[in-house]
């Protein structure tokens, strides 16, 4: 029967792609977040069953029981993982650019737009996303804007935006330059 075919052909692609993602998201998070671990889990519509691609040997082939996908995360190492629900600002930038990550290592767009990314960040988690982003950048390029001096440690342009008559001005800077401007906002900011 081709709808037999083509539903199995489907959750075949549906689960293929879920384990290399998730597989890439545990590995992301682990280096974005030493001590941590994350994973995902397709979240079906009874509670009690999700498939964990952490997991081996778990199959659900209903395809129409799926409804989404879960993030579960640990930031200390415990066994103990939460919910994004209940993770602060911070750690939820971390799982969104993990999980945006992961995604990019397994289809890879050959752009990528990212507008303060780091706001919410400590330095030590600031430095981990500069890292990730340079070793991502050897396969695509990526445009950010910050006011923190960590991303632009592996930047290879800079650009600096003032405002200036109530227009705004770009000019390229140099690093010492981008340096300068973000010290001046975090230190009068």
């Known amino acids: 029967n081709l709808l037999q075919v083509l539903d199995t052909r489907k959750f075949e692609a549906i689960q293929l792609t879920f384990k290399q993602v998730s597989k890439n998201f545990a590995e992301v998070f682990q280096k974005l977040v030493p001590n941590g671990s994350g994973s995902l889990v397709i979240q079906t519509k009874n509670k009690d069953d999700?498939?964990?691609?952490?997991?081996?040997d778990?199959?659900?082939h209903l395809v129409e029981n799926f409804v989404g996908v879960g993030i579960k995360v640990s930031f200390n190492g415990s066994s103990e993982t939460r919910e994004m629900e209940q993770l602060s600002g911070g750690q939820k930038s971390l799982v969104a650019l993990a999980l945006i990550f992961a995604i990019q290592k397994?289809?890879?767009a050959p752009f990528y737009l990212f507008d303060e990314i780091d706001a919410?960040?400590?330095?030590?988690?600031?430095?981990?996303?500069?890292?990730m982003i340079h070793e991502l950048a050897e396969n695509a390029q990526f445009i950010t804007t910050t006011f923190r001096p960590e991303l632009l440690e592996?930047?290879?342009?800079?650009?600096?935006?003032?405002?200036r008559n109530k227009v705004s001005h770009i000019d390229v800077v140099t690093k010492e330059q981008a340096y300068d401007f973000?010290?001046?906002?975090?230190?009068?900011?």
């Open 50 to 56: 999700t498939f964990d691609a952490s997991q081996p």
């Open 58 to 60: 778990q199959d659900l």
């Open 106 to 108: 397994c289809d890879p």
């Open 120 to 131: 919410a960040l400590d330095a030590q988690h600031r430095k981990a996303v500069a890292d």
């Open 154 to 163: 592996s930047a290879e342009k800079y650009y600096g935006v003032k405002f």
């Open 182 to 189: 973000v010290e001046d906002d975090t230190t009068h900011g």
